[in-house]
Every structure is written in C-alpha cells, then in structure tokens.
C-alpha cells in the first residue's frame, strides 16, 4: 500500500527547531518530487518546500533560509529541518507526493499537484 | 506569485442537487507549449488530510466519482458536483502548479447540506 507517514511534531518554543519526518511505503521517495505542505489551524493550505528525484529543492520565501527538506534514501525518508521558528510556523505539516505522468517516450514526468498525502504532524510555536 | 482566489466562500446545497465552485487565477495558466491548464482541484474532510480529486483542470483522479467535474482554462475555472450526496460536505481548494516549484493554493470553499 502507497502511504506516508508523518512524525516529530510537537511543542517548540519561538526560536527554537523541530525535525519532521516522513516515511514512505509501496513507493520509492529518492525517484518522486516530494513536498511539504502546511496548514494553519482554521486556515487554508500554503506549500512549504520541495525535493526533486534529482536532489535539487525549492522553498517558499516564507520559510527560505530557515526550514531544510532532505531525504535519506537507505529509510525511504523525507525530513524537513524547521530552525529560527516563530509563531506563524505553528500548523499541521503534511508530506506529499507530487503526481507524474508518462510521456510519449515513457519517461516519468512529475508535476506540482499532489496526490498522496500523509496525516500531518501539528507544530506549536510557543512560550 | 500566482494568486489563486475562489467563490464563493461558502454555499449550502440540498442532496442531489448542483454545486458549482468557482476559482481564478492572477495570471493564465494555459502552458502554451502543451495546450495544458496546470490547475488542480482538492477535497478535504474535517481532520483528514486533502485530497486530489481533478489535475489539469479537467482530468479526474483515480477512483474519484464521476459526479466531479473540472472546467475551465486560462484563468476562470470551475469545480461541479453534478449531484451532490453527504460524504461531499468538505472544503474545495483549487491550486495551480503552472509557476515551476512554486505552487499555490486558493483560500477553499466550504460546501454544507442544505
């Protein structure tokens, strides 16, 4: 069964950090764009970072410089390194996996919609 | 960025009746290369993570039911639920996937049983 499973949240005080994992089954994370989606408690959905199959990663400006996506490929593992939190971080946190397609020629084309989600892990931000 | 907005906020539909969810985007997402919209619909049940019900406008995921349709292209886009049933009350979000690794979301519509 495809499925993905979030974990590490918690209770964190404003400048303080928190690791996010999460683990992936009934597929390979190092061959999918993978991403991290939150949501604000009572709010809408905002994308938070990505990782291409190649490596490269992508953040919003809301959280560049301070939030870190990486994988570990031998647990099948997506992480997301949160530093510097402040109050406005506070969310669930999904994990997803970004759809693909075939193309003419077979080759695996990904894109920016999402189409398996975990269950989300909340992070408070506060003192 | 891309902003997404949607309306209306809110409506109320009575069982087996027609719900329409409308979405705009502040620039086309037609990618002209491809005669493709890279806009995506999404349900989302109280405390359960989203879910992908429609991609490139109009192309319904998997296993979703075919009372679920996409329309659309450019920048207005609409969501239909030909004939709504109980286990559609969620919230909608559209989003659009056209701006490379920089995704966004509209602010969701919230859909009850009359």
């Known amino acids: 069964e495809v499925q993905l499973v979030e974990s590490g949240g918690g209770l964190v005080q404003p400048g303080g950090s928190l690791r996010l994992s999460c683990a992936a089954s009934g597929f390979t994370v190092s061959s999918n764009y993978m991403s991290w989606v939150r949501q604000a408690p009572g709010k809408g959905l905002e994308w938070v970072s990505v990782i291409y199959s190649g490596g490269s990663t992508y953040y919003a400006d809301s959280v560049k410089g301070r939030f870190t996506i990486s994988r570990d490929n031998s647990k099948n593992t997506l992480y997301l390194q949160m530093n510097s939190l402040r109050a406005e971080d506070t969310a669930v946190y999904y994990c997803?996996?970004?759809?693909?397609?075939?193309?003419?020629?077979?080759?695996?084309?990904?894109?920016?919609?999402?189409?398996?989600w975990g269950q989300g892990t909340m992070v408070t931000v506060s003192s | 960025d891309i902003v997404m907005t949607q309306s209306p906020d809110s409506l109320a539909v009575s069982l087996g009746e027609r719900a329409t969810i409308n979405c705009k985007s502040s620039?086309?997402?037609?990618?002209?290369?491809?005669?493709?919209?890279?806009l995506a619909w999404y349900q989302q049940k109280p405390g359960q993570p989203p879910k992908l019900l429609i991609y490139w406008a109009s192309t319904r995921e998997s296993g979703v039911p075919d009372r679920f349709s996409g329309s659309g292209s450019g920048t207005d886009f609409t969501l239909t639920i030909s004939s709504l049933q109980a286990e559609d009350v969620a919230v909608y979000y559209c989003?659009?996937?056209?701006?490379?690794?920089?995704?966004?979301f509209g602010p969701g519509t919230k859909v009850d049983i009359k």
């Open positions: 997803a996996r970004d759809r693909y397609y075939y193309d003419s020629s077979g080759y695996s084309r990904p894109f920016d919609a999402f189409d398996i």
């Open positions: 989003q659009q996937y056209y701006s490379t690794s920089l995704p966004t």
């Open positions: 620039q086309s997402v037609l990618y002209s290369s491809n005669n493709k919209n890279y």
